[in-house]
């Protein structure tokens, strides 16, 4: 397969940066919502969540596809490879985890917490599936950003190399 040249490898890296912004932005602006919504009141709690999904759908959503779409150019057109080097699987395996945790938890989580918010409306607020929900909801976006913090230190150390490679850089 064709290889991407050096000119490309910089778009490459530019548009990955950016799109990694936008995942990463949008997992925190979603923390900072969840962590101070206040369920006293319901429309604030409604307004807020209402938010957290908009932010998921458009903000996060659409970081996460553009990474993972990024991350097959650099596997497929790059001489990196998807397991040459033991940090790169590393991160892939890492997304695939921490993609899996986001659309199966906290995804779900929202919505049926929308969902109770659309049909009990104050209720819900007070609703111990509700509660419940927003709690692990919030442990796993915890989760996703450690996991993120992670993947950005071995992106910059780049970890696990093998001696040889090690040897040459001294």
């Known amino acids: 397969?064709?290889?991407?040249?050096?000119?490309?490898?910089?778009?490459?890296?530019?548009?990955?940066?950016?799109?990694?912004?936008?995942?990463?932005?949008?997992?925190?602006?979603?923390?900072?919502?969840?962590?101070?919504?206040?369920?006293?009141?319901?429309?604030?709690?409604?307004?807020?969540?209402?938010?957290?999904v908009i932010i998921s759908d458009h903000i996060v959503r659409w970081g996460a596809i553009g990474t993972l779409l990024v991350g097959l150019i650099y596997g497929f057109f790059t001489n990196w490879g998807f397991f040459k080097h033991r940090w790169v699987g590393t991160k892939i395996?890492?997304?695939?985890?921490?993609?899996?945790?986001?659309?199966?938890?906290?995804?779900?989580?929202?919505?049926?917490?929308?969902?109770?918010?659309?049909?009990?409306?104050e209720l819900a607020l007070t609703n111990p599936e509700f509660i419940q929900n927003h709690v692990i909801r919030q442990y796993a976006v915890y989760f996703q950003i450690a996991v993120t913090i992670f993947i950005f230190i071995i992106s910059y150390i780049k970890p696990w190399r093998k001696k040889k490679e090690i040897r040459k850089k001294s």
């Open 93 to 121: 395996v890492l997304y695939i985890i921490q993609t899996i945790v986001g659309i199966f938890i906290i995804d779900k989580l929202m919505i049926t917490n929308m969902e109770l918010l659309e049909t009990q409306r």
């Open 1 to 52: 397969m064709k290889k991407i040249g050096p000119k490309g490898m910089k778009w490459l890296k530019i548009i990955h940066v950016f799109l990694v912004v936008l995942f990463f932005g949008g997992i925190l602006s979603s923390l900072s919502l969840n962590l101070y919504l206040d369920f006293t009141e319901f429309n604030e709690s409604y307004l807020g969540y209402k938010t957290i």
